[in-house]
């Protein structure tokens, strides 16, 4: 390996961006080069940026909030997006004046390559979700399209005039957003929902997760506050924050509760459903193996175990060959991905949710919605003792818990409370309790309010450019599909 590419898998962005790039031919190592110097400018941004002066106290009266976001439904469906619309669509119902814009190329990358720009709104249950172009295609270069969208969040920014900017995960977008929102006076809250280096880190990709980490700390350092999902993610930002003192607040992950009010509860469900659901992604690192292998383990004893797996994901077939080896695939149903709209509704036959994350950096950190919504459907809940879901469980009292990746504990584990009517009750009652007092969207959605009200100031009268004057007239009219 070549000394640019060890200097670049270290993060050394300007040791790397000194070099001669056309002393160079190897494609790799001039990337690593142009890359460094767009890295390089990205800093040097974020430090020339002012931070706002806050008014004193909490902002009061209404309070107009632009929201970046990665990612948004209908176009993508997951946790990412989940959290998103249940967190906007619960501040809205607050009364918070709320545009939501998704990062620059979402929409060509995502949806329609050849879309002109003004693209469609797409609304989702009241929350409507605008999208942005992007002069560089995410492709060429990350940190060059981080710096070059900093002009689109600008422009976007002039033409929104919020008192707050609310960013979301991750650095990829948080950080020229902030760029761009302090350069016109604008305070920023970066909600963490996510880190990107922790998953780097699992595969094993140290480069990358290094030079993650470098702009994901740089982000925090910029803007004026942060949230974070949960403690265990909160006080590892803290930790990571040596050259300043970072205070990280919790925003935790919720449910709407009304959402889930028609599923049938269990004793009184007369249809008999399916032993076993899982609902979401399936990717390696939820470790649904092990739940086949338990489930064959079980049969192996005389105990048969049905399962139904919703969603879509690298792991099917894997899954699908897995289940058939083991002679199971009878009893396995897979139903694939199901529209957003109709995901509640496969928890009315199921009986136990079981949740078999394997011990990974991000899964033992970053807690997903899929607990809560298991939850809130009135359905007993299963899962690996990962310290994020270990601490949803509440010390075994919301949640049975087994050892991640043991496929016999988690056998144990799964017939034990399959057998124990009363046991799946006191879980079943005591997880509604955390929903309702915890992990609610109002409640949540509150505590993200005064967050943003506790950096938010006056919306004054920012430059308006010539080229912004044609965007407020043309590029930015926006429409509603089908109108």
Request: charged share 25%; with cysteine; aromatic share 8%.
């Amino acid at each position: 390996m070549s000394k640019v590419i060890d200097l670049w898998e270290a993060a050394a962005f300007e040791q790397v961006a000194e070099m001669p790039i056309n002393r160079h031919k190897r494609r790799d190592i001039r990337s690593a080069i142009r890359e460094s110097r767009y890295a390089l400018k990205l800093i040097e941004a974020a430090q020339q940026a002012d931070r706002p002066t806050s008014g004193e106290g909490v902002f009061e009266g209404p309070i107009r909030v632009v929201t970046v976001l990665h990612a948004s439904l209908p176009h993508h469906t997951g946790g990412y997006t989940g959290r998103a619309q249940g967190l906007l669509h619960a501040l809205k119902s607050r009364g918070v004046e709320l545009r939501a814009y998704t990062r620059p190329g979402f929409y060509s990358e995502r949806v329609d390559s050849k879309a002109a720009f003004p693209f469609a709104v797409d609304e989702v249950d009241g929350v409507n979700y605008r999208h942005l172009p992007a002069e560089t295609p995410r492709k060429r270069g990350e940190y060059e399209y981080m710096f070059d969208a900093i002009e689109w969040y600008r422009k976007m920014l002039l033409v929104e005039n919020p008192n707050v900017v609310h960013v979301r995960s991750t650095y990829l977008i948080a950080l020229p957003a902030a760029i761009a929102a302090h350069q016109l006076g604008i305070p920023v809250v970066y909600e963490v929902s996510g880190l990107w280096e922790l998953v780097y880190e699992g595969r094993g990709e140290m480069g990358r997760a290094k030079r993650t980490q470098r702009f994901e700390d740089l982000t925090c350092a910029t803007v004026d506050r942060v949230v974070a999902m949960n403690r265990s993610m909160a006080d590892l930002l803290e930790v990571r924050a040596q050259n300043w003192v970072l205070s990280v607040d919790e925003l935790p992950n919720a449910v709407d509760t009304t959402r889930f009010s028609g599923i049938t509860p269990l004793q009184t469900r007369k249809v008999p459903g399916y032993d076993v659901g899982y609902i979401g992604s399936l990717v390696d690192y939820e470790g649904l193996s092990t739940l086949l292998e338990a489930i064959s383990m079980a049969d192996a004893e005389g105990f048969r175990i049905t399962a139904k797996i919703v969603g879509g994901g690298a792991e099917q077939r894997k899954l699908e060959e897995l289940a058939s080896s083991l002679r199971i695939d009878d009893r396995i149903d897979f139903k694939g991905r199901v529209p957003a709209s109709e995901a509640v509704l496969q928890f009315e036959d199921v009986n136990v949710v079981v949740l078999p994350r394997l011990s990974k950096p991000a899964t033992e950190i970053v807690t997903p919605l899929k607990p809560f919504e298991a939850m809130a459907a009135g359905r007993p809940l299963l899962v690996s003792d990962v310290a994020a879901l270990a601490e949803v469980s509440r010390e075994g009292t919301c949640a049975a818990v087994f050892r991640s990746g043991d496929a016999e504990d988690l056998k144990e584990q799964l017939i034990s409370l399959l057998r124990n009517p009363i046991r799946q009750r006191e879980l079943v009652e005591n997880a509604r309790d955390l929903v309702e007092q915890e992990h609610n969207w109002n409640l949540v959605a509150e505590r993200m309010e005064n967050y943003l009200r506790s950096v938010a100031i006056p919306r004054s009268e920012l430059p308006c450019l010539p080229d912004v004057r044609t965007q407020r007239s043309g590029a930015f009219s926006w429409r509603v599909k089908g109108q």
